[in-house]
T-cell receptor
Framework: GAGVSQSPSNKVTEKGKDVELRCDPISGHTALYWYRQSLGQGLEFLIYFQGNSAPDKSGLPSDRFSAERTGGSVSTLTIQRTQQEDSAVYLC??????????FGSGTRLTVV | DAKTTQPPSMDCAEGRAANLPCNHSTISGNEYVYWYRQIHSQGPQYIIHGLKNNETNEMASLIITEDRKSSTLILPHATLRDTAVYYCIVRPSNTGNQFYFGTGTSLTVIP
């Protein structure tokens, strides 16, 4: 497709369960970012991938969070042992060099 | 560290120009000014960016002061669909540096 695709669009999970969120970036975009946005808050950076370089994980809030990007394309964000404070919209964005991000529509995660 | 300061909220009458200010007094010489907006329940949308010259596209105009310490995003004829949170961000043009989204300006266009 022409845009950044994220799935699922909504996810409700029980506290303590693991979840996987998927991002399909725009074809050819070498950079991929994950952000999260809690209700009424700004965007919080989580992790950044650029080509084959080691990812910038400086924004991951705890070791329960991890992400990978296979083949320089699709990315999966995994949250282990989910907590209620993990409830947020998780946004993925991709970028080509020298231009701005294109964001997906996000995955709304609710931990109950 | 968002490096920008914006008013938390603004109102604008439908059909009038919306002028959204942003202060970025610590901007570096290689940093661009980017504007994004986020309509409720959607991902942020790119609007415009610039280095030092004023820029215009089909969505908006960007006016950057000569000293580059502040800028103004102008929506020339605001519509109800322009109601959104507008984020002003500074960063180098190359990818490899994350965008720091501050709290932005919540613009409400009033009928």
């Amino acid at each position: 497709g022409a845009g950044v695709s994220q799935s699922p669009s909504n996810k409700v999970t029980e506290k303590g369960k693991d979840v996987e969120l998927r991002c399909d970036p725009i074809s050819g975009h070498t950079a991929l970012y994950w952000y999260r946005q809690s209700l009424g808050q700004g965007l919080e950076f989580l992790i950044y991938f650029q080509g084959n370089s080691a990812p910038d994980k400086s924004g991951l809030p705890s070791d329960r969070f991890s992400a990978e990007r296979t083949g320089g394309s699709v990315s999966t964000l995994t949250i282990q042992r989910t907590q209620q404070e993990d409830s947020a919209v998780y946004l993925c964005a991709s970028a080509a060099n020298n231009y701005g991000y294109t964001f997906g529509s996000g995955t709304r995660l609710t931990v109950v | 560290d968002a490096k920008t300061t914006q008013p938390p909220s603004m109102d604008c009458a439908e059909g009038r120009a919306a002028n959204l200010p942003c202060n970025h007094s610590t901007i570096s010489g290689n940093e661009y000014v980017y504007w994004y907006r986020q309509i409720h329940s959607q991902g942020p949308q790119y609007i415009i960016h610039g280095l030092k010259n004023n820029e215009t596209n089909e969505m908006a105009s960007l006016i950057i002061t000569e000293d580059r310490k502040s800028s103004t995003l102008i929506l020339p004829h605001a519509t109800l669909r322009d109601t959104a949170v507008y984020y002003c961000i500074v960063r180098p043009s190359n990818t490899g540096n994350q965008f720091y989204f501050g709290t932005g300006t919540s613009l409400t266009v009033i009928p």
